[in-house]
């Protein structure tokens, strides 16, 4: 320490001790002490660590201890020779690569060169020893060890990066096929394996035809494929939803990427990925989003789909189609009485007689509800829908028994005929419907056809329809308020809020409008108008005290506004909105 002898020493030791870890080492043996002082001295400047051997089981010692780069050895040592010391070493897994240098004396040993020649040895060093010869020979021998090592070194890397390649590979959840230019299989990850049900033997070799047949390929001709245009002009193609073959005979549907690797005269890679799951949610979610999950059967959706498909085959067969609009009687009893539970087994079983009456073919939904559709197509001529809806009311009619209760229930049917009576799906559905309500109308238990008086109805209908949403787009609408009066003392004691519809040319009737937004859905856009507007407008006779803090303004609302659950939200954000006391409504 800080300059002192001791430490200073040891540490000059330490670092020649590192200096001589790095260096390569080089064995000399030879059993007279003169003939390694001799050696040492030539070599000393050779850039190696030099370590000495008296015998020929020392040398072996030292072999099997250290990592020796040459071994320069004498032939003539007693006990053990230079040829029996050779030998052991080429037993030796770990010294049977060393490369040896034989030293033995020119007049008398050219038989044990070709000898030594014979034991492996590399090459000889001839007494009396050339220093300049043994130097250059030693510094060619160090040298090519030297290389040897840095080829092991990189050899190793290329093998560690190899595994850990293909570790990524085997890991991988995608299946990974390799190709050559002409679209056979050279390379295929345990995935790849196992999605496409194959061995090694079965799959490796094999064209990719064998195991998808690409996107418009023409014929099974390899260059005929999408897969060799894209690998041609050196660009990756992506497929989001193709099948490839299994070797079981099954169908793999996949995502797949096909990239070219690098080299003009290299194949390319495939990576694909199972979709059967994700496709077999999609189908689900689409079934969900088509049928009705109480009874299987389909919505007001998939009827919708259905119908559009039905139309289009009768419109270029030319035969008739039937669309029957079906609802219960007294289900609404039912309810009340029995609770949900049992009316939703009522419904189920609803379902269960319409698959029993119809044909296979025939299509069945459930609109929501005690509401059901059924859709005949094929119909060879009118007086058949009637059969078939006579035979439906039989089967509804007929009691149900559930859990110890026998219920018993009807139906009136609406049907409407295509292309008899309408030419497109929502007619259709319309002209079914007015059919139903006609049918209830009259009685239960029946069936009515739709006719020309009931399609001039839908059309005014129709047409007051429009006339309401332009009428509401158009400010058509207004309140007019009707004050309520204490009759004993003439004070007025509230007002009620009354919508009226004033057009260009009059006035039209509430009794004929708000039943059809009733119907059509409007009245919940309507009908939550005339709220904001009668609190609005109560506030502003609150702030200006034109009216009494007692007196509270009454709007009508429809049963089928009791029926949206976000009414009661939509009155408490209107009276929060103007600041109008609940009271007051």
Known sequence: MNGHGTYSGVNAANAVQCTQD?????????????????????????????????????????????????????????????????????????????????????????????DGYRHGAVDFILKPIS??????????????????RERERVNDLLAAQ???????????????????????????????????????????GANFLEIGQPPSANGADWQNTVFYRYWKSRRALRLTDTLLRRMDGETLPVALSCAPLPGAESGSVIVFQDISQ?????????????????????NRHGLKQALAGCVQRSARSGRHLALFFIDLDHFKDINDTQGHDVGDLVLKSVA???????????????????????????LEDVEHAALVARKLLNTLSAPFEMRNH???????????????????????MLAADLAMYRAKSLGRNTFEFFTPELNARAQ??????????????????????????????QHIVGIEALLRWRRHNGQVRPDVFIPLMEQTGLINQVGEWVLEAAVKQRRAWQLSGQLPDHCPVAVNLSPRQFNNPQLAPTVARILERHALPPALL
């Open 131 to 148: 220093s300049a010869v043994l130097r250059g020979k030693v510094q060619q021998f160090l040298e090519l060890a030297r290389y040897k």
């Open 278 to 298: 994700q496709k077999k949610m999609e189908e689900q979610l689409r079934q969900q989003a088509v049928t009705d999950s109480l009874t299987g059967l389909l």
């Open 162 to 204: 190899k595994r850990y390649y293909e570790s990524m590979l085997n890991a991988a959840d995608e299946g990974v096929l390799g190709l050559s230019p002409d679209g056979r299989v050279h390379f295929a990850n345990p995935t790849a394996l196992r999605l496409l049900a194959a061995a090694p033997d079965q799959l490796l």
């Open 460 to 489: 005014a209908s129709m047409l007051l329809e429009q006339g309401i949403r332009q009428g509401f787009d158009n400010h058509e609408f207004s309140l007019d308020y009707q004050p309520q009066f204490d009759t004993a003392g």
């Open 406 to 428: 026998s219920l018993s229930t009807g139906a009136c049917i609406g049907i409407a005929l295509f292309p008899d009576n309408c030419n497109d799906t929502d007619s259709l």
């Open 352 to 378: 269960g007689r319409l698959k029993a009456a119809l044909r296979a073919k025939d299509v069945i939904a459930r609109l929501g509800g005690d509401e059901f559709t059924v859709i005949i197509d094929d």
């Open 22 to 114: 790095r260096l390569q080492r080089v064995l000399l043996v030879d059993d007279h002490g003169e003939n390694l002082a001799v050696l040492d001295a030539i070599l000393s400047d050779c850039g190696a660590h030099l370590l000495q051997a008296r015998s020929g089981n020392e040398a072996l010692e030292t072999l099997y201890r250290e990592e020796i780069a040459l071994v320069l050895l004498d032939v003539n040592m007693p006990d053990m020779d230079g040829f029996e010391v050779l030998r052991a070493m080429r037993a030796n897994r770990r010294t049977r690569d060393i490369p040896t240098l034989f030293l033995t004396a020119y007049a008398r040993d050219e038989q044990e060169i070709v």
